[in-house]
């Protein structure tokens, strides 16, 4: 823990910058299988936003690890660091009214619940999307190859195949991409964050 650290208050609180901004500070959570289609609705979701004029950003799994997190490996002890850190970042986003679109496997209800609680204290939104697909659909999809590889032992503690992926029990969004296409997962979150006075 850090020690002679004050934290410093802004000149503009977060309703002034609510207000000046026009939209309030939200973190849509994407989790789910790789391949399930997290990244792509994300994308989606994150274009779709800023057509509209609204300030967003999206974090994304892979380009994370990439700077912020390249210090990380994939054991479970990393992952959850790895989650940690986004927690933390996305609420940072959110604090400045940005809608925070983060596409994470995040395969720990653990994890994801201290993600939610950290928004929670600072009085941000915090929106839980289950990216919800088959095993054996992202099995057929695989566009990294992936799951081939951790079938045949070459990935240790590959989420849904040597590691568990623990499924939200009650998301705000559960969306089946066997089932709907990126164009309705980006509508379905689209009007709930507008319905609930985020957009």
């Given amino acids: 823990m850090a020690t002679n650290i004050v934290f410093h208050e802004g000149s503009v609180d977060i309703a002034g910058r609510a ?7 939200v973190t849509i959570w994407l989790t789910g299988l790789s391949a399930s289609g997290k990244s792509t609705i994300a994308c989606a979701l994150e274009q779709h936003l800023l057509h509209q004029h609204r300030f967003c950003y999206r974090l994304d799994g892979d380009n994370v690890r990439f700077g912020l997190n390249k210090d990380l490996g994939f054991d ?7 989650i940690r850190r986004i927690g933390e970042v996305a609420k940072l986003f959110a604090d400045a009214c940005c809608v925070a ?10 994890d994801r619940a201290l993600a939610r609680a950290l928004h ?4 941000l939104g915090f929106v ?16 990294k190859g992936l799951y081939k590889k951790a079938r045949a032992g070459e990935i240790r503690e ?4 040597s590691a568990p992926y623990e499924a939200p029990v009650e998301p705000e969004i ?6 709907s296409d990126v164009v309705e997962s980006v509508r379905v979150i689209t009007e709930y964050l507008t319905q609930r006075g985020f957009i």
């Avoid at 679109?101 to 653990?110: E, G």
């Avoid at 919800?132 to 999809?141: N, T």
């Fill in 76 to 82: 479970e002890r990393s992952r959850n660091e790895n």
């Fill in 101 to 110: 679109v983060t596409a994470f496997i995040s395969p720990y209800r653990a």
């Fill in 174 to 179: 559960h969306i089946r991409t066997d089932q």
């Fill in 19 to 25: 207000e000046l901004l026009k939209q309030k500070g």
């Fill in 120 to 123: 929670a204290e600072a009085g």
């Fill in 158 to 161: 590959f989420t849904g195949i």
């Fill in 128 to 143: 839980e999307v289950f990216v919800d697909a088959p095993l054996e659909v992202v099995e057929q999809r695989d566009p």
